[in-house]
């Protein structure tokens, strides 16, 4: 059974950093691939940043330069590093495990197997 498990959300002033985690257990991490997603009250979910696992990364465009995908594989855990954070960040973000493709594009709901419960993050304006 694979679980992954969120943590480190909060809430931060607009312009202040957070690293969330997702620790994983189950599987064999250092062989799937990882990612982030987020979701907004009223507003679907969306792709936040995937990396492979050999750790090539991918960002949506609005994130980049701000949030930055990385992982541990002897850890099992997969990291979002978010700087210059802004109200509109506010979401509870996801991570999600995606054991059937090593392909670095990623951006579907779809092509991940397993989820996270989610952690909370939110900006102050």
């Known amino acids: 059974q694979v679980q992954l498990v969120e943590s480190g959300g909060g809430l931060v002033q607009a312009g202040g950093s957070l690293r969330l985690s997702c620790v994983t257990s189950g599987g064999t991490f250092s062989s799937y691939a990882m990612a982030w997603f987020r979701q907004a009250p009223g507003k679907e979910r969306e792709f936040v940043a995937r990396i492979t696992w050999s750790g090539l990364t991918i960002s949506a465009d609005s994130m980049k330069g701000r949030f930055t995908i990385s992982r541990d594989n002897a850890k099992n855990t997969a990291y979002l590093q978010m700087n210059s954070l802004k109200p509109e960040d506010t979401a509870v973000y996801y991570c999600?495990?995606?054991?059937?493709?090593?392909?670095?594009?990623?951006?579907?709901?779809?092509?991940?197997?397993?989820w996270g419960q989610g952690t909370q993050v939110t900006v102050s304006s």
């Open positions: 999600a495990a995606d054991f059937r493709s090593g392909a670095l594009s990623g951006n579907r709901l779809a092509r991940y197997d397993y």
